[in-house]
Nanobody, 124 residues
Framework: VQVVESGGGLVQSGGSLRLSCAAS????????MGWYRQAPGKEREYVAT???????DYADSVKGRFTISRDNAKRTVYLEMNTLGPEDTAVYYC???????????????????WGQGTQVTVSS
């Protein structure tokens, strides 16, 4: 199973970016997908998650500015980020809970998979 993010970059304060993350490989099902971020010198923090049924949850720091969505057919989750500020500068990581082929055995148990991260830099 691979989880790959895309869409990061440099944007001015007040601008917008859209991140994408796709899960691929030997997958039976994809459960909760979400985004986390890690700023320099800080621990990784929660940003948003969305269930396969479309129920979304957000960290207080991004409510009203970020929107998470997903396309189950494409096994892809998106993060639309608006009104970005310098405090949003971080490496953004995608997380997906996936069941499928693991160590050569098909299983219904879900495991967490992480992407490699994509850099988002907001200039003031």
């Amino acid at each position: 199973v691979q989880v790959v993010e895309s869409g990061g970059g440099l944007v001015q304060s007040g601008g917008s970016l859209r991140l994408s993350c796709a899960a691929s490989g030997s997958i039976s099902s994809v459960g909760i997908m979400g985004w986390y971020r890690q700023a320099p010198g800080k621990e990784r923090e929660y940003v948003a998650t969305i269930t396969s049924g479309g129920r979304a949850d957000y960290a207080d720091s991004v409510k009203g500015r970020f929107t998470i969505s997903r396309d189950n057919a494409k096994r892809t989750v998106y993060l639309e980020m608006n009104t970005l500020g310098p405090e949003d500068t971080a490496v953004y990581y995608c997380n997906a809970r996936v069941s499928g082929l693991r160590h050569g055995i098909w299983s219904n148990e879900e495991y967490d998979y992480w992407g490699q991260g994509t850099q988002v830099t907001v200039s003031s």
